[in-house]
């Protein structure tokens, strides 16, 4: 894929400009909005990652005009917390995306990994088994691509539960870009990166003098998302105060901006994620039960990877179709890693799949991903991979894996998460769910 990079930020761009071009992008980088349209004019490009905030033109404008030159061509906006209802109007001129900076290279490559499979989705399967960028043939994931097709035109909410990595934001964007509402914005927001008072702001927004600091009104984002989807992601963090205004919200349709008396009335379809027990959720009073009921009338459970093993062949062969670094190599895999992969109980899921191939990719000296790059990745696989392993209690599996990949991280967080292909927040989680501690 050809990437074009716009920021004003040196040190930024320059980090991230490598971290691409090292893992096999085709990537151009400008210091401002008038250079971008200028090299617009002589290259195709597939994905632009736009800062809001430049000297010369601002991020929206830079948007308009690329899009205007290249309509196929996806932007991103690149923005800080205070101006993401700004990111959000860019949307509505042919934006793709939004990232809040400061953003980890990780998170980036997962837009462009997106915009790929949403093309190919879109223009009619490169391969058998793909819909919008969701993968497979299994039985599992077929009933999960039929109910998105019966309920994806649907004026109901949408609850997607399953574990973390196992594809719910592609279910969200699936729902969406397949609908009639697929000409109209689509806001992701996750609960668990916002303090409650900036998760209730970003939603319905706020009028001048409503807090101290609020020197101007705001408008929020069921406001801008009108006749769009928001896609609430990992609602079970959301605090009770927001969920009750969630709640008056799917009910009535109507919303009060913070310190305003002034009602406002929006076509937005809610779609929202949770990868808890919901039900548990609700009966240990942490979600509100009327919620849940409003919320659960159309139900997408997205499986694990575990319970879907044989797409694993599948998954990889889209996975180095999306790698500029695998295509160039024209690489392909082992029967012996195959069999690794097929018979590993995989935790972080499809996310630690992807995160798994993409080191495995990096680090093949040849054109073929081999059983040993795959076992220097995952040390702890080497020799007790057996098919024994699908059979065995997927906590025992997960609690033991956890503990071998924070010991070889020496307990580092961060590091394990990337390792396994999750964030630190559900790592966290599952440290407490197993009961881990640092011997």
């Known amino acids: 894929m050809n990437i ?20 096999g992008y085709r990537v151009t980088s400008v210091d401002n909005g008038k250079e971008a349209v200028h090299v617009a004019a002589d290259t195709i490009f597939d994905a632009a990652f736009v800062d809001m905030k430049m000297p010369d033109v601002n991020g929206i404008e830079v948007v308009r005009e ?6 196929a061509l996806k932007s991103i906006i690149l923005t800080g917390y205070g101006s993401i209802a700004t ?20 998170e980036i490559e997962s837009v462009i990994r997106t915009v790929n499979s949403h093309e ?17 043939n299994s039985k599992n994931i077929q009933k999960v691509i039929a109910t998105i097709r019966k309920i994806k035109d649907s004026q109901f909410p949408v609850l997607i539960c399953g574990e973390s990595g196992t594809g719910k934001e592609l279910a969200a964007r699936a729902i969406h870009y397949d609908s009639i509402r697929k000409e109209k914005p689509f806001i992701a927001i996750n609960c668990a990166s916002l303090k409650p008072e900036l998760l209730e702001n970003e939603l319905f927004g706020h009028v001048k003098g409503a807090f101290t600091g609020a020197t101007d009104n705001k408008d929020g984002l069921l406001k801008v998302a ?30 009060r901006p913070l310190g305003s008396t002034r009602e406002i009335k929006v076509d937005v379809r809610i779609v929202a994620a949770i990868n808890k027990d919901i039900e548990e959720e609700v009966t240990a009073k942490r979600f509100r039960h009327d919620l849940y009921y409003r919320l659960n009338v159309c139900r997408v459970d997205t499986p694990p990877l575990r319970d879907r093993m044989g797409d694993i062949p599948m998954l990889v062969k889209h996975l180095l179709s999306l790698s500029p670094l695998a295509k160039e190599r024209a690489t392909t895999i082992s029967p012996s890693a195959m069999d690794i992969l097929t018979s590993y109980s995989w935790p972080g899921n499809v996310r630690e799949l992807f995160n798994t191939l993409s080191r495995a990719i990096l680090l093949s000296n040849e054109a073929v991903i081999t059983k040993g ?7 702890s696989m080497t020799g007790v991979l057996n098919k024994t392993h699908r059979a065995s209690s997927l906590d025992a599996m997960g609690k033991g894996h956890l503990l071998e990949s924070l010991n070889a991280n020496n307990w580092n967080i961060t590091k394990t998460a990337v390792t396994l292909g999750i964030d630190r927040r559900t790592l966290q989680r599952k440290i407490a769910k197993y009961q881990i501690k640092n011997s």
Do not use: W
């Not at 990111?87 to 990780?106: D, F, Q, R, S, W």
């Not at 790059?373 to 040390?379: A, E, F, G, K, R």
């Open 120 to 136: 190919s989705g879109v223009k009619g399967q490169e391969f058998s088994g793909i819909y919008h960028g969701i993968v497979g």
């Open 226 to 255: 009108d006749a769009g989807t928001i896609f609430i992601d990992e609602i079970g963090d959301m605090n009770p105060t927001v969920q009750a205004s969630l709640l008056r919200f799917l009910e009535t349709g109507i919303f």
């Open 4 to 23: 074009l990079i716009v920021d004003d930020d040196n040190i930024f761009r320059k980090h991230i400009s490598k971290a691409l071009m090292r893992r």
């Open 66 to 71: 690329l899009k205007e030159m290249q309509p």
């Open 87 to 106: 990111a959000v109007e860019a949307m509505k001129i042919g934006a793709y995306n939004y990232l809040i900076k400061p953003c980890e290279i990780e």
């Open 373 to 379: 790059v795959l076992n220097s990745i995952l040390p």
